[in-house]
């Protein structure tokens, strides 16, 4: 079966860095997205990551390891818009078909 | 920014009724997809499509159907709505490059059936 686990929450001051783990055991594997949710509104995408490394865009950076089935989204600076929630999503398939892990809320407090 | 739009944005209806959820896209993108989420869950898949003609079932089981008649355009229809219906339905499009196309979403219609 697919199982994508995140954290259920993390909170985190103003201007400090998160870190949102991700780790995932599916049946295949074509890539790894990241979104942003604030609530009550559509996913918005941040970044996505098919080889092993690092990809920094800004504020936001994801890494993967496909030998390990692990990925971290890491917000730097955080500002209190980033309050929302964090969802990792594995593609599957050739076709782009996409597992989504159940979200990891973030708080920023002032 | 993603042009995919969702219509109605809020229903309430009562038990029995048949509705109709609108998303049209103005991408050309091929790939068509439906989530369900409740508040505070993750996203579950109910329906998609690849193309004109094609539609699948999701990894969550539905009472819901789709067609795909034209590119830009995928409705989901509840022929009979129930309480348990009750959900936010997110509509998403992505290219056709593949397994690293980004889903880009409508803003969701958000369902109450009485």
């Known amino acids: 079966g697919q199982n994508i686990d995140q954290p259920t929450e993390m909170t985190a001051t103003e201007g400090a860095i998160v870190q949102i783990n991700c780790t995932y055991q599916?049946?295949?594997?074509?890539?790894l997205f990241w979104y942003q949710q604030h609530a009550g509104e559509a996913p918005t995408f941040l970044s996505y990551?098919?080889?092993?490394g690092l990809e920094e865009k800004g504020r936001f950076s994801s890494f993967l390891s496909r030998s390990k089935g692990y990925s971290y989204l890491l917000l730097k600076e955080l500002q209190m818009k980033d309050s929302a929630s964090y969802l990792c999503?594995?593609?599957?398939?050739?076709?782009?078909?996409?597992?989504f892990g159940a979200g990891t809320q973030v708080v920023v407090t002032p | 920014e993603a042009d995919i739009y969702q219509t109605p944005r809020y229903l309430v209806i009562g038990t029995g009724k048949k509705i109709t959820l609108e998303c049209s896209q103005t991408?050309?993108?091929?790939?068509m997809y439906w989530y369900q989420q409740d508040p505070g869950m993750e996203l579950h898949l109910i329906h998609y499509?690849?193309?004109?003609?094609?539609?699948e079932k999701g990894d969550l089981s539905s009472e819901s159907t789709v067609s795909r008649i034209r590119t830009e355009h995928f409705p989901l229809t509840l022929e009979s709505a129930r309480p348990s219906h009750t959900s936010q339905y997110l509509c998403?499009?992505?290219?056709?490059?593949?397994?690293?196309?980004?889903?880009?979403f409508g803003p969701g219609t958000r369902l109450l059936v009485l």
């Open positions: 999503a594995v593609t599957t398939d050739s076709w782009g078909k996409f597992q």
């Open positions: 599916t049946s295949g594997f074509n890539g």
């Open positions: 499509s690849y193309g004109v003609n094609s539609t």
């Open positions: 990551n098919v080889l092993d």
């Open positions: 998403a499009s992505s290219g056709t490059q593949g397994a690293g196309e980004t889903q880009y």
């Open positions: 991408m050309g993108h091929d790939k």
